[in-house]
Structure formats: C-alpha cells, structure tokens
C-alpha cells in the first residue's frame, strides 16, 4: 500500500474517490494504491493552508494517519472509511508511526494524541507550558523528539522522550 499526495486535483472519474471532512474550501488529494495496484484517492478538508500535510500508513497497510493543513484523519484502507478525525484545533505540529507497540503518535500545540487502530488511545498533556511538540523518531519503546516553550525560547528547544508502554513523559531538561 502506498499514499501519495497529489499536487493536482485529479480529472473527475479518473479515481473512485471518498470525501472526508465536512468544508472543502481548501483540500487535500491523496492517491492510494494497494498490494493488488489498485488506485483510489480520498479528499480530505484542510484546516489551515500552513498547516503540515503528510500521509502515514500502519505496518499492515490497512489503515492511514492523513494529516491536511493540521488537521489529521485516521482511515480504514480496505474499507474507505474514516475511523476518527482530530477536529484540527490545535493543529498537528508532528506524527510518527511507532512499532511495538503499534501507535500514531501525534504532537500539537500542547497535547500529545497517541492512536491505535480504532481511534484516540490517549491524550496526555504536560504538566509544564508547552509550545509545540514535535516527534523525531522511535528508540525502543520510547518517542523522542524536541519540545518548544515560552520558557525556553532564547535557547534551543528541549529533548524529551515519552514511553510508549507507560505513557509517561520524560523532558530532558
């Protein structure tokens, strides 16, 4: 399976195509292709035209995190369906696909979204003020990645790493 975003709306008919969102004045087109290289795009609502859109598939191919201009959709491949959508306030800042356990795992303004196949597993907020989260990569069963904050905005953002079995959040001040 593979997601690719399109830089140009395709010809009507060129595709099956399923919507997902609820204002298309701004859009996002995605083609997918699955194992049997057969092709469908899907049609996402875009929050915010600078918002980051990028596309992540779970190591099944069977379901994709969709992130359009901040705002993110996690849908069911084989099917065409939307599973969850994040409503896109606060926009998405970063997202990686995690391997055991399997995860999306998602960085805003000031929350972390952490998403299994069904949905929202967990939403974890910092303690402390936060800015913007932003995940790097996965290290064993850890996320890492950098946090912003008011608090720190004349140096260089902070490390911090968040444990994908316990949830906890760990910032390496």
Known sequence: MSAEILKII??????????????FNSQLWVKFTDNNFEEWA??????????????????????SLIVA??????IDLDEKKLIIALDGNPLIDSA??????????????YSIYVLNDTGVLKEIRPDTIIDGIYFKKQTGNKAIGELASSENQ????????????????????
Do not use: A, Q, W
């Open 154 to 173: 004349y140096k260089n953002n902070v490390d911090f790493e968040f444990d994908l079995t316990t949830f906890e959040l760990k910032i390496n001040y």
């Open 10 to 23: 395709p010809t009507s008919g060129e595709f099956t195509e399923s919507h997902f969102g609820e204002s």
């Open 96 to 109: 990686i696909r995690t391997s055991n356990p399997d995860y999306f795992v998602l960085g805003t303004f």
């Open 42 to 63: 899907g049609c996402f609502s875009m929050e915010s035209l600078s918002g980051l859109s990028f596309t992540l598939i779970n190591k099944e191919n069977t379901k």
């Open 69 to 74: 201009g901040g705002k993110g959709y996690l």
